[in-house]
């Protein structure tokens, strides 16, 4: 496992965009219209600025699965953010869908912790190269990384047959959000100390 770099952008990009080009939570975002994949790889690519600003940006040494991780306590308002969100809410969103999109988000939030966290904002295979425990494998490293640094993971998903990998990795659904599809969230506490 890397930290991604730069360079590495538009290979993350593609693997996003094509993991979740069918994806509802990602077309509930990305304007539907006749560029709506150029909207999805605008969404990846901010996604990445971000995480790579405030978080982790990972790719797997084979080069094939990759995770954008956020610590929300971190965020802060800059000049590229603010450049970011313009451009998110013009080329990837739509000026008149910005309401909605700004009350889902203010809905996810309202219930992650007040302390850090680890956010999973995205976590992706290349399409030809699923179900080869790719995912899992980073998925591992993932945890492994966040309980060592004393950090609970939180995420959403709005794919249900995503649910059981996820359960069986630790994590559990704790809220399900209705919007025009079921948005489930779930965390991943840290493990309990044994010890004492």
């Not at 790579?52 to 084979?62: K, P, Q």
């Not at 809410?89 to 008149?96: H, K, N």
């Not at 995503?162 to 079921?182: A, R, V």
């Amino acid at each position: 496992m890397r930290r991604a770099i730069g360079q590495d952008k538009e290979l993350l990009v593609d693997i996003l965009a094509e993991s979740f080009d069918d994806n509802r939570s990602v077309n509930y975002v990305v304007k539907q219209d006749a560029k709506r994949r150029d909207r999805i790889r605008g969404l990846m690519s901010y996604s990445f600025d971000v995480c790579n600003a405030f978080g982790e940006v990972w790719l797997t040494d084979h080069r094939q699965a990759c995770a954008l991780v956020l610590f929300p306590h971190k965020k802060r308002t800059t000049l590229d953010s603010i450049l970011w969100d313009g451009r998110l809410a013009l080329a990837v969103v739509g000026l008149d869908r910005i309401g909605q999109v700004l009350s889902r988000e203010s809905r996810i939030k309202a219930h992650h912790p007040k302390g850090p966290f680890a956010y999973l904002w995205f976590i992706g295979v290349a399409p030809a190269s699923q179900n080869q425990r790719k995912g899992s494998d980073l998925l591992n490293w993932l945890i492994k990384r966040y309980d060592q640094q004393g950090l609970p993971i939180y995420l959403e998903t709005s794919v249900e047959r995503n649910l059981p990998w996820y359960t069986k990795h630790g994590f559990e659904i704790f809220n399900t959000l209705q919007l025009t599809y079921p948005l489930s969230m779930l965390r991943r506490n840290l493990p309990r100390n044994t010890d004492d």
